[in-house]
């Protein structure tokens, strides 16, 4: 499959590194990207072909267009490749853009996906939702899940506005992570620890628990009670955060995230 890259970004290098990594053919890749800095790190570091604008034959030869630039700037990129589509596959990870207005940019074109992959991607740990236009058939929509599934799991929403719930839960989660980990620190430090110290048992920890999470039969919160003996260590700490609220405090975070996910695709969806 022959895949043009409209950015060359984070998300762009961790896709390309990704695919290459699954056996795609190097002359398959093309990346467009402006800054020439850029562009040499991607060759040198993949091997692959960089081009500083989109020219016709190039998306001509395309099967899947893939966009990875910033939000703001989908609507220039996107109206500038308009003329030269001729019924690729057209996959978005710009965050907010509904499909709705990036098919407006790009002159009705319909065959679209839109994707919210998470920063755990650069290593291949990723998680990404995916919805897909009534328009786009089953092999178009593996063609997207494959390119996503290059750099971790993947899940099809059945409504586009759950990607505004993608958003909050993965796509920012891993901000929630690092805070975690960031308290955990502190604490550690707090209690006698070297810095170093503390992040190993803070990132020992954390990554663990969610190893055995995600490999256990129990819920959380049954694994959550398994080691929380009643008045013991855990029950203290546990007490305090329901005191406190944080559980509810962490979860109306995420609402509120979900929120700004939805307004913000009001915002970028403007022309002009």
């Not at 650069?122 to 599934?149: C, M, N, Q, T, Y």
């Not at 190893?211 to 007490?239: C, D, N, W």
Request: charged share 20%; glycine share 12%; proline share 4%.
């Amino acid at each position: 499959m022959n895949v043009l890259f409209i950015g060359g970004g984070n998300m762009g290098r961790a896709l390309v590194g990704g695919l290459l990594a699954q056996g795609s053919a190097r002359d398959g890749l093309v990346v467009v990207e402006p800054d020439a800095a850029a562009r040499a790190r991607l060759e040198t570091d993949f091997g692959i072909r960089t081009v500083p604008a989109a020219a016709g034959d190039l998306v001509a030869r395309a099967d899947l267009i893939l966009f990875a630039v910033k939000p703001q700037h989908l609507r220039l990129a996107a109206c500038a490749l308009a003329p030269h589509l001729a019924g690729q596959l057209v996959l978005s990870i710009a965050a907010g853009i509904r499909l709705a207005d990036l098919s407006r940019w790009l002159g009705g074109h319909q065959r679209l996906v839109r994707a919210m992959p998470n920063t755990p991607a650069l290593i291949r740990r990723g998680i990404s939702g995916l919805f897909a236009h009534p328009s786009v058939d089953d092999a178009g929509r593996k063609s997207a899940e494959d390119i996503l599934g290059a750099v971790g799991e993947t899940m099809w929403c059945a409504r586009e506005e759950q990607l505004d719930a993608i958003t909050a839960m993965s796509g920012s989660g891993p901000a929630y992570v690092f805070y975690f980990l960031e308290a955990m620190i502190e604490a550690g430090q707090e209690l006698g620890f070297s810095p170093a110290q503390a992040r190993r048992l803070a990132y020992a920890t954390a990554g663990g628990a969610a190893a055995l999470a995600a490999q256990a039969a129990e819920s959380p919160a049954v694994l959550r009670a398994q080691v929380t003996s009643k008045g013991g260590t855990t029950a203290a700490a546990i007490a305090l955060l329901e005191e406190r609220a944080v559980k509810a405090a962490f979860v109306a975070a995420i609402r509120a995230a979900a929120a700004r996910a939805a307004q913000l695709g009001d915002e970028l969806g403007k022309d002009g």
